[in-house]
């Protein structure tokens, strides 16, 4: 995946022609998904390519080790990003405590994670404080004692405080293809979770607001991976056993760079950009628009502004452009 960016040319006094969108990773599972980026970490057999169905079979287990069907996105997600995901949840059966040591209730989930932080050995989501950096969605069934039924957007940050909506008694229900949406907006910090079929929701819609943390002040968060989630009970309370399936995932993250100034340095062009990390940026060059030639060094994102110059000598008529693409491609 490369994004560019085109500037105008040099001799005309540099103004933008921006050719960025938002960042998408669409997955239908119409081909092994292996082929576009999806990676196991943990228990394989949980997650099973279904090439008839075009979807992906996962089975949640608590008595299993953290496990993830995971896509990196290739950038790094905080509160000052817009990001979203949305997919197709069918769920066959569900049932919460399956361990009699373990009879409360159990999270069924899927969202975004930091690799680092979830593929640690003392990351246990079902235990107190080992489970920063998340924002997804999840499924507590009701078990009459410990929690209500809920379906909720979840945030934690990365010193482990929490974000989430209010509890309400509501049921997910089996053999119903559901699209499940998280959307989380910047400008408001507010993420709204909807599950509906139709078009019509199938639970009421929950939102959550980061200023509004459920203990303490929420801080950032480090996001870079999206997983469907089957994560251990150790440490937890209750235990959970589910199977269904995921299909037409649909990631929406922000484009690697923003380009917030240009300028004409001695007759050279310059920018100065929002940069991602995990991506590299190179500043390019044209007299043409066709052939493009780079103007300076390949530069790595930082998470913080970046300038790329032009080292070449000046000429009387160039165009600009920023080509930016993930730094492991």
């Known amino acids: 995946m490369k994004i560019k960016?085109?500037?105008?040319?040099?001799?005309?006094?540099?103004?933008?022609?921006?050719?960025?969108?938002?960042v998408s990773i669409v997955e239908d599972f119409s081909h092994d998904p292996a082929l576009d980026g999806w990676q196991v970490f943990g228990d394989a057999s949980l997650f099973q390519w279904d090439r008839a169905n075009h979807n992906l079979?996962?089975?949640?287990?608590?008595?299993?080790?953290?496990?993830?069907?995971?896509?990196?996105?290739?950038?790094?997600?905080?509160?000052?990003?817009d990001f979203s995901v949305s997919f197709d949840l069918l769920?066959?059966?569900y049932a919460i405590g399956v361990n009699p040591a373990q009879p409360d209730t159990f999270e069924l989930a899927a969202g975004f994670l930091n690799f680092a932080q979830a593929t640690s050995p003392d990351f246990f989501?079902?235990?107190?404080?080992?489970?920063?950096?998340?924002?997804e969605f999840d499924f507590f069934q009701w078990d009459n004692d410990f929690s209500t039924n809920s379906v909720?957007?979840?945030?934690?940050?990365?010193?482990?405080?929490?974000?989430?909506?209010?509890?309400?008694?509501?049921?997910?229900p089996t053999g119903m293809v559901m699209r499940v949406t998280l959307n989380f907006t910047a400008s408001n910090q507010?993420?709204?979770?909807?599950?509906?079929?139709?078009?019509?929701?199938?639970?009421?819609?929950?939102?959550?607001?980061?200023?509004?943390?459920?203990?303490?002040?929420?801080?950032?968060?480090?996001?870079?991976?999206?997983?469907?989630?089957?994560?251990?009970?150790?440490?937890?309370?209750?235990?959970?056993?589910?199977h269904g399936a995921i299909g037409n995932v649909l990631l929406v993250v922000p484009p690697p760079l923003a380009i917030s100034s240009l300028a004409l340095v001695n007759g050279a062009g310059r920018v100065q950009f929002a940069s991602q990390t995990n991506w590299d940026y190179v500043l390019?060059?044209?007299a043409d628009l066709q052939t493009w030639l780079p103007a300076g060094p390949v530069v790595g994102g930082t998470g913080g502004n970046l300038?790329?110059?032009?080292?070449?000598?000046?000429?009387?008529?160039?165009?600009?452009?920023?080509?930016?693409?993930?730094?492991d491609q």
Do not use: C, K
């Open 125 to 135: 989501r079902g235990g107190y404080p080992s489970q920063p950096d998340l924002a």
């Open 57 to 81: 079979r996962v089975t949640w287990d608590s008595s299993r080790p953290n496990s993830y069907f995971y896509h990196p996105l290739g950038m790094i997600l905080g509160r000052s990003n």
């Open 5 to 22: 960016s085109v500037l105008a040319p040099a001799a005309a006094g540099l103004a933008l022609v921006s050719t960025l969108h938002a």
């Open 91 to 93: 769920l066959n059966d």
């Open 190 to 242: 507010t993420a709204v979770l909807t599950v509906t079929t139709n078009g019509a929701a199938v639970v009421p819609s929950a939102s959550v607001n980061l200023d509004d943390a459920t203990y303490g002040v929420f801080g950032n968060l480090r996001l870079d991976t999206f997983a469907v989630e089957s994560y251990s009970g150790a440490m937890a309370y209750g235990s959970l056993l589910a």
């Open 284 to 286: 390019q060059t044209s």
């Open 307 to 327: 300038i790329l110059q032009d080292t070449n000598s000046p000429r009387p008529y160039q165009f600009y452009r920023v080509s930016a693409q993930p730094a």
């Open 152 to 172: 909720d957007p979840t945030f934690v940050d990365s010193a482990n405080t929490f974000a989430d909506s209010e509890y309400g008694i509501v049921e997910m």
